[in-house]
């Protein structure tokens, strides 16, 4: 990925996101057990934004290695990182390989906590807000309206399409601009990997972004 690819995918996702009641604001972050951050759908994306806005304090200073190792829990807990990869493979997911499934979803959760890490990388007076009420998607599933509030107080959207599961509540996709599935893009442009060179040109495809997001950092 170049690095012009990757300020378009920055932009994109930090475009995404967006206005209300629940603010997270100067209050110190802490983890919770998953039995707590997962009791409600909005659980888990309050305790999701916390952790992000704490990640985004520490900025450039801190080594992306260390805010990466921070962060990581939090991203496994809120998401539900093998459904996700799951919906963003297609079809072909059930057919692969145990051996290839776990390379791939180590990879996969590799890139999305990196991708929250390069997005969320410096604070400047920002806050989040999450809207206390949710809104039915279908198939019992709900979708938690998160708002980004940079400091000239303009929104940005990103919503969390929540699914009740084992762990209690977690993420299954993200909604950009509060519509833009995040998985349905994901879907698309693994397909095409899948096509030319199988589950090894995704994964490669995969940790080149990590490297490119972290800046070499983490190999």
């Keep these: 990925m170049t690095k012009n690819d990757t300020s378009q995918t920055r932009r994109r996702t930090l475009f995404a996101l967006g206005a209300t009641t629940l603010l997270v604001g100067g209050l110190p972050w802490r983890p919770v057990s998953a039995a707590t951050a997962n009791d409600t759908p909005i659980a888990p994306i309050q305790q999701l934004n916390a952790a992000l806005l704490a990640t985004m304090k520490q900025g450039p200073r801190t080594p992306f290695a260390e805010r990466y190792r921070t962060l990581a829990p939090t991203i ?68 938690v309206e998160s708002r980004l509030v940079r400091a000239d107080g303009a929104p940005v959207a990103m919503d969390y399409v929540m699914n009740r599961g084992p762990k209690g509540w977690q993420a299954v996709d993200v909604l950009m601009n509060g519509a833009i599935s995040r998985v349905a893009v994901q879907r698309s442009d693994f397909r095409e990997l899948l096509r030319q060179g199988g589950v090894p040109a995704l994964t490669a495809s995969l940790e080149h972004k990590v490297a490119d997001l972290s800046g070499g950092m983490l190999t």
């Design 76 to 143: 496994e807990q809120v998401f539900d990182l093998d459904g996700v990869l799951a919906r963003s493979v297609g079809l072909s997911w059930a057919s692969l390989p145990q051996a290839q499934q776990a390379v791939l979803g180590n990879a996969f959760r590799r890139y999305t906590v990196s991708s929250y890490l390069a997005n969320f990388d410096s604070f400047s007076g920002q806050s989040f807000q999450v809207l206390p009420q949710t809104r039915a998607a279908g198939d019992g599933q709900v979708v």
